[in-house]
């Protein structure tokens, strides 16, 4: 099994940043693409972000030039770079990792429990 736990949320106001942090432990699958998702009270679960085994990423246009998301396989670990930062970016981020399992092949998927991000005016 994978456990995720995310950590880096906090309180910041607008312009500032943040660092996420994800961190993946378990033996028994292996990590491919992750993710990372945000929601706020009333509000869908929104994709903010994905990159591949591979390190391709990509990006919700309301991110572009001020999120960055990177991973660290040898860690099983990825970050969420935030920068300028919005009121409208408040959420609970989770993070979400595809996974497949060593022993049979098939397929698998893990949620973090989510970090408070609160950008205040």
């Known amino acids: 099994q994978v456990q995720l736990v995310e950590s880096g949320g906090g309180l910041v106001q607008a312009g500032g940043s943040l660092r996420l942090s994800c961190a993946a432990s378990?033996?028994?699958?292996?990590?491919?693409?992750m993710e990372w998702y945000r929601q706020a009270p009333g509000k869908q679960r929104e994709l903010v972000a994905v990159i591949t085994s591979g390190g391709v990423t990509n990006y919700v246009d309301s991110v572009k030039g001020r999120f960055t998301i990177s991973r660290d396989n040898a860690k099983n670990t990825i970050y969420l770079q935030m920068n300028s930062l919005k009121p409208e970016d408040t959420a609970v981020y989770f993070c979400?990792?595809?996974?497949?399992?060593?022993?049979?092949?098939?397929?698998?998927?893990?949620w973090g429990q989510g970090t408070q991000v609160t950008v205040s005016s």
């Open positions: 378990g033996i028994a699958l292996r990590i491919n693409d």
């Open positions: 979400h990792a595809h996974l497949i399992s060593i022993k049979s092949g098939g397929t698998a998927e893990s």
